[in-house]
């Protein structure tokens, strides 16, 4: 399990019929946690914890300026989950897949364009479907777009943009959108996977704003919303607050869960 991180604080909730602990903090050991863990590095990065002993990464660029500053890195890891190709998403991936040995499981040309781990990473596409230990991870749309590289010497296409979906056995089943817009087949994510926990950009801009978060809850009814990908630049102003605003404006009960960098969700 990755080192302590600073000031971690376990928020206490009911999320698919199951309750938070609070005052909780992640184990010392690398024994696998009872409970399903996911904490916040700042922008799109997170790092999931399940019962089953699977720890993975998603989109994680660990040195985002929101980023904790004396979190130590995950030493182990059973998987890389990458959304796309632009830099803050894409972020440490290569190193930490260097370091930890763990695949990058994206986009089959984003895959093959980072190059980490050849013979292990996971190159693939919207509707691939893969067991990591007790997560069932599913590979699916999303608004935007993916291009990897320097943007002044040119970027690469990376392949679509996409969000992920992993349902954990004896947890919760957890969307992550990616960066996106709200987009009409959102409708099938939820028929097919009926999400729980949607974590959701809202900073604008770049993707959706509160509002498209409001939305895009109508259209997937998760039990809790996770607000991601706002603050970390001016450009992305959406807040928690204006989600919770438009989401009473929209008569949605939905709850909201802000946790700051550093800190951790437990289900």
């Known amino acids: 399990m990755f080192g302590r991180i600073a000031g971690v604080i376990v928020l206490s909730l009911a999320i698919s019929g199951a309750s938070f602990a609070q005052g909780e903090k992640p184990a010392e050991t690398k024994k696998a946690p009872s409970k399903t863990t996911a904490t916040w590095w700042g922008h799109a990065a997170w790092i999931i914890e399940t019962p089953g002993g699977a720890r993975i990464a998603i989109d994680p660029w660990l040195k985002n300026p ?9 030493d182990q890891l059973d998987a890389i989950l990458v959304s796309h190709g632009h830099f803050d998403h894409v972020g440490d991936a290569v190193e930490l897949a260097k370091k930890t040995g763990a695949p990058i499981y994206g986009s089959f040309e984003l895959v093959n364009l980072l190059n980490a781990n050849p013979e292990k990473d996971v190159g693939a596409n919207i509707g691939g479907t893969f067991q990591i230990k007790d997560v069932t991870l599913h ?9 990897f590289g320097d943007p002044k010497t040119g970027l690469k296409y990376g ?12 947890g919760p089943t957890l969307y992550h959108a990616g960066d996106t817009g709200v987009f009409a087949t959102m409708e099938y994510i939820q028929q097919q996977f009926h999400p729980t926990v949607a974590m959701l950009p809202i900073g604008g ?29 001016p450009l992305l102003t959406g807040t928690p607050d204006q989600l919770k605003a438009e989401l009473k404006k929209a008569r949605l009960s939905a709850k909201v869960v802000a946790p700051k960098p550093g800190e951790s969700i437990t289900f």
Do not use: R
């Open 66 to 74: 929101n980023a904790p500053k004396d979190a130590k890195w995950p």
């Open 205 to 233: 801009h770049f993707t959706m704003d509160p509002a498209g978060a409001a939305l895009a809850e109508k259209i997937l009814k998760a039990k809790t919303l996770v607000p991601m990908h706002y603050g970390t630049f």
């Open 159 to 170: 392949g679509p943009a996409t969000g992920f979906v992993l349902e954990i056995a004896k």
């Open 139 to 147: 590979i699916v749309e999303a608004a935007h777009s993916s291009g």
